[in-house]
Structures are given as structure tokens and as C-alpha cells.
């Protein structure tokens, strides 16, 4: 699948720090290049839309925080392979579809386009591979068949007439030296289950073996879409091994991070970190990273409560993309916190000041804003504070004399542009 188009990124004279980052795996700071790996290319896969109410802020937050950690690690040097999948056919798309009389397929075509031109105007850059599930199927079905083979996967009988066959994931068979339920989460098993309950999990499905057992391959039933699944019979995979199998084909195991929001934690980083553990015995990421919850004004966002706050409305009305990144990049990645439109008047304040303040600068003010800046990155990508730098300088009257012709003023703006993806100019 095409992914967007790549935004040039400006070199910037210097060196920065090395990226700590907080991984929910150990609940503590993790160094994301150890001595030996400084200089090998750093990995990361986020975990894709579905491509329905696409790009809610939620989304952008989420995509302009990993955004962040690879411009953090391309300015101290590394280079980085990152993929990004497109969950193009599971549940939440087929009922969005059926609810509105769209057919599936064109509601992920016209709603992939949209989130492409989003992440465009919001300056991120693409993923070298973007990948739909559609386009996995070939590759996740002789891996599910493994699975089963090695009996750390088992089918459970129809129900209520529909066909035998659907393929779970043994959890309890599964554990092994680099995978157990809990590696990634941390959670006891009663916040598993509640979670696994609220987030499209089928704890009481008669036939599994435990509640908490996800599944790989739904067998296909009268109307839904379906693919060939050689032994496993004709139907569609699971979430959780689409991202496990994608992740695995592209990068090393195990590859430095993988990003999603906080409510992907569990089940869905847990099952494709366990998927991937059962088939190679080895973990699939060194460190998990998550991003907090965006609401509106006090209460979650979500299509059933109508206050959804998009990226492309916001563009339509004629709000520049860099406000938006400022709204993002004002609020540290891990914190839940709420939209506002007071919050978006303050960014677009703060970008005109910031704009004002670059004529002038010199080139000494400017390195020793990109030096601060960066060591403000470097721990656990703490953008509001990056930000707060930025402020500082800007309320600070500029020299009487700019000896750098200018020169200062550019530098600024493309160290903004380069580390922190803000196009000021
Ligand atoms: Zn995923």
C-alpha cells in the first residue's frame, strides 16, 4: 500500500543526546540505543488505523508522538525503519459500513486517503512500509497453520449455527522464556479480562480453553468477506496476528520500539508480542510505548457521543496544520488530557510569537536554543518542555545587533522543523 509523501528534513549541525523513553513493559526510562547499538538503525512500528472516523485527534496525537521519537533519533544520528499497518477488514469497519450503507471496501479506501492527507499536513513522516491486513493474509496463514501444528492454537466449535472452525490462540500453552500473559502489560489477570471484554475480546465464547485466548482466523460466515485460508478454511485473521506477522516480516527481532495508544496495550500489544514469541521464541519489541487518551472538554471522544474532533475539519476551516502540531506536541505523549478550543487559540498565538521572534535571532541564541531543545527531547520526548524553551526565547527581546545576516533566524527554523516537525516557515 502507498504510504504519503516524505518531507525533506533539514541537517542540523550538532550532536543530541540519546533518547530515553519510558517502556510500559518495565514501567521504567529505557536507554534506546545501548553502546553497542549507537550508531545501528533504530526500528518501529506503530500500529495503524482502521479506516473508519479517521483522523480524530486522538489518532494525530498518537502518530505525531512516534513521529517525534524518529526525528529524535535521526538528529542524534540513527537511521530508522519504521512500519505502520492499516487494519483494512476487521469488525468495527464492517458494521461502520453496514451502518451507513457504504461499501466496506470504499469507506477504507476514501478514509486511508483522508488519514494519508492528514499526516501530510501534519508534517510526519511515512513509514518506508504501509501495510493493509488484506495484504498479509498470504504471508499469516501458514503461520496461524503453525500455530495449530504446534498445538498453541486449537479451533472451537460453531455456536447458534454458525460454521465449526474459528482459530484461538492458547495463551496458557503459549508461554515461553520470552512471552507469558503479562510480559507487555503488566496487568493481573481481572484488569485483563475487563479490558479484553471492553475491547472486541470474547472471554465466554464456549469452547476455549481460557477466557482471555484471542482469536487468529474467524471462518468465513454467510455475507462477510473472506480469503482463501488453506487449512484453516476460507474466512478473515484476527487483529492481534495481523500486527505480529506485518512487524515480524519487516523488521528484526526483536525490533527497538513498538507504539500504539495506551488501549492497545491490552490485548492487542500483549497477544501480537505473545503470537510472535510462540512462533520464533523471541520477544517482539525491546521496549513498548504508549500514548495517552485525547477527550473533548471533559469527556472522551468517541463517534457514539457525536464529538469526534477531526484533522480535516480543522483544515477545511482554514486552521494551519502547524497550530495543530503545537495543540499535540503541547501535551506530553503519555498524559490523557482534553481538547479545547482555548487550546488551539493558545497555539496559534504561540506560533505567531515563535515566527516573530526568529528575525533577529542569532546564531549563538539559536544553537543555544537547539542545545536546550534537544536534551528536553532526549527525556522521554518531553515536548511541552521543548516548547516552553521556545516561549523563554521568544519573550526575550531580540539583539540590538544581528551579526548573522539572517543566518540565525534559519538555523532556528530548521532545527523547529527538523526536531520537532513545527514548519514555522
Ligand atoms: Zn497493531
Redesign the pocket.
Known sequence: MLAWSAPTIPHIPGNAPILEIHNTSSGSLVDTAPAEAANAPASMYV?GITPYDATHMGHAATYVAFDLMQRTWRDAGRSVNYVQ?VTDIDDPLLERAAATGVDWVELAQQQTDLFRADMEALNVIPPQEYIGAVESISWLVPLVEELVAKELAYTVPGENGEPDGDVYFDSIAAANSAWELGTVSGYDRETMLGFFAERGGDPKRPGKRDELDPLLWRVAREGEPRWDGATLGAGRPGWHIE?SVIARRFLPAPFTVQG?GSD?IFP?HEF?AGHAAALDGKALAEAYVHTGMVGLDGEKMSKSLGNLVLVSKLRAAGVEPVAIRTVLLGQHYRSDWFWTDELLTEAQNRVERWRKRLDGTTLAEATAVITRIRSKLANDLNAPAALAVLDAFSAQEPAEHDDSNGAGGALLADALDALLGLKLV
Open positions: 500500529c499497518n500486527c500504539g492497545l492487542h501480537s
